[in-house]
């Protein structure tokens, strides 16, 4: 089959092209950015296609002799997401429609019924539109995903890790039926080949657990080896107040847990298993909780996340690239830049450099660095705890901490684009060179392009601090690479 993964750079989807290359099929990929698929490691193996569901861009040659489309995207996080989901999904359903597409498989979520979130009536709404396009469609509807990385797990393992004692809401007691993101994994690639043609309709997936979020939680604990957890039910504790706690206790964002959080006011299992029909369960049965939880926890102890759902651009977060010099003229840019000599080939610099931020910090005062990141999560951003998915490497398009990967040259430069909430855009570039006598030198430079008064202001603000900031981590970076052993961090 040639199929076409929209989402690639999303967190389900950047599992399932691998996979489905290893079925046999062909892939292309649809992105709206092609550069964030350069460096994943099965780029060479799939077509890429630039375009853009929204806007109704590149469909129409993205659809060309493919069989089955997988559509893996949503806008969650935008304020009117449902308008431009169901804008996506019938721009997405003509497509197909008019390029001959033998089958759509949409990854859903529950049934929504007349009291459901605005998250899950999306969903619902999406699956109708493909359902009822003169398309063969598979829609696929899942609950919570377990799995290393996935936004739904993030959440549960933040809470129960960082909250021994914790307020809950009701819908902690409402009853969910969570699935393994393998599960997942393994009914989106099989719905390309054993579904007859014809078969238009949708199934329920899930585990064969069926639990609440505050069983849920003690078990999440029990695996973990964390002491037992206590609950205090609070029932004054409305889901907009249960998401605004949720955004500063785990990396999760408002914007993302907003909607999570109301779909989980609602029960969430399996009405049926007539998937099963079709797709018989392994001979080990379907994954539980615990051990789908076990293997989430193994994959991050091991640095072995595929993907994680932070590399989903968040909307409204910062797109555009660093612009070119000459673009500048006429307008404002501050600028911070720092060199350092380093005694040290210039690989070791580099292994530094690509090791910064998540766990190994940002080499210079940890205080200002947290600070500016409880700052962010305080209106909404995204703040510093989206870590990084692998503690070592890094590629084009995925984030780190409040930033985002804009381009990566291996040995040479580093380039972040600031992703947390200010009144301008921001970039980090770090850079390893030679100087004309062959000796290794480390330069930075921070980039500010200031929107309006406010950002005018808010530089003239920062840029006391930037003598601590920035030049402590131009010169713990350069100690860094001149220590033995050479990945060793400084702290923060």
């Known amino acids: ?44 193996r799939v077509e890429i296609a630039t375009g853009d569901v929204a806007e109704d861009k590149g469909l129409a040659e993205a659809m060309r002799d493919v069989d089955v489309v997988y559509y ?26 008019d390029a001959g597409v033998r089958r759509v498989v949409y990854l859903g979520g529950p049934v929504p019924d007349k009291t459901a979130s605005a998250h899950l009536r999306s969903r619902g709404e999406v699956a109708d539109i493909f359902l009822r396009s003169g398309v063969p ?12 990385g996935s936004a739904s797990f993030e959440m549960l393992r933040y809470l129960t890790e960082r909250l021994p004692v914790m307020v809950t809401p009701r819908w902690v007691h409402n009853r969910i039926q969570p699935i393994a993101i393998r599960d997942v994994l393994r009914y989106l690639v099989a719905a390309a080949t ?25 078990r999440y604990a029990r695996v973990a080896g964390l002491p037992p957890r206590v609950l205090l039910p609070v029932r004054a504790l409305t889901p907009w107040l249960s998401s605004h706690w949720v955004g ?17 006011i609602h029960e969430a299992v399996c009405h049926e298993h007539d998937i099963a029909a079709y797709v018989p369960d392994p001979h080990d049965g379907l994954a539980g909780f615990d051990l789908a939880v076990r293997l989430a926890l193994r994959r991050i102890r091991d640095a072995d996340v595929e ?4 590399n989903a651009v968040l909307p409204g977060a910062p797109s555009d690239p660093l612009p070119s010099d000459p673009a500048w003229s006429g307008g404002t840019v501050y600028r911070d830049e720092r060199t350092r000599p380093v005694d040290a080939a210039p690989e070791r610099v580099w292994r530094v450099i690509e090791a910064i931020g998540g766990r190994n910090g940002w080499h210079s005062f940890p205080l200002a660095w947290s600070i500016r990141g409880w700052m962010d999560r305080l209106v909404g951003g995204v703040g510093l705890r989206r870590g990084r998915r692998d503690p070592h490497r890094l590629f084009v398009g995925e984030a780190l901490d409040f930033w985002r990967v804009e381009e990566i040259v291996p040995g040479e430069l580093l380039r972040l684009r600031a992703e947390m909430k200010m009144p301008g855009r921001a970039w980090l570039e770090m850079r390893v060179a030679l100087d004309p006598h062959g000796r290794t030198v480390y330069e930075q430079r ?21 003598a601590v900031v920035f030049g402590g981590m131009a010169r713990n970076i350069a100690r ?10 400084v702290s923060g």
């Open 1 to 44: 089959m040639r199929c076409l993964v929209t989402g690639a750079t999303g967190y389900v989807g950047g599992r399932l092209v691998p996979r489905l290359l290893a079925a046999g099929h062909d892939v292309r990929c649809l992105t709206r950015d092609p550069r964030r698929l350069r460096d994943v490691p099965w780029a060479g």
């Open 72 to 97: 893996l995207v949503h806008a969650l996080g935008q304020a009117a997401f449902e308008d431009v989901d169901r804008l996506s999904a019938l721009n997405l359903a003509v497509a197909a429609l």
């Open 137 to 148: 469609t598979v829609v696929l509807r899942a609950a919570v995903i377990i799995g290393s």
């Open 194 to 218: 054993v579904f007859p043609v014809p078969l238009n309709r949708a199934f329920d997936i899930g585990g064969p657990d069926v639990l609440t979020y505050a069983d849920m939680m003690r």
């Open 248 to 264: 500063l206790v785990t990396p999760v964002p408002n914007r993302i847990a907003r909607p999570l959080v109301g779909s989980l």
């Open 307 to 310: 993907t994680r759902w932070a």
């Open 446 to 466: 921070a980039v500010f392009l200031p929107r309006g008064l406010a950002g005018h202001l808010y530089w003239l603000a920062v840029a006391p601090f930037h």
């Open 480 to 489: 860094s690479a001149q220590k033995e052993p050479a990945l060793e961090m």
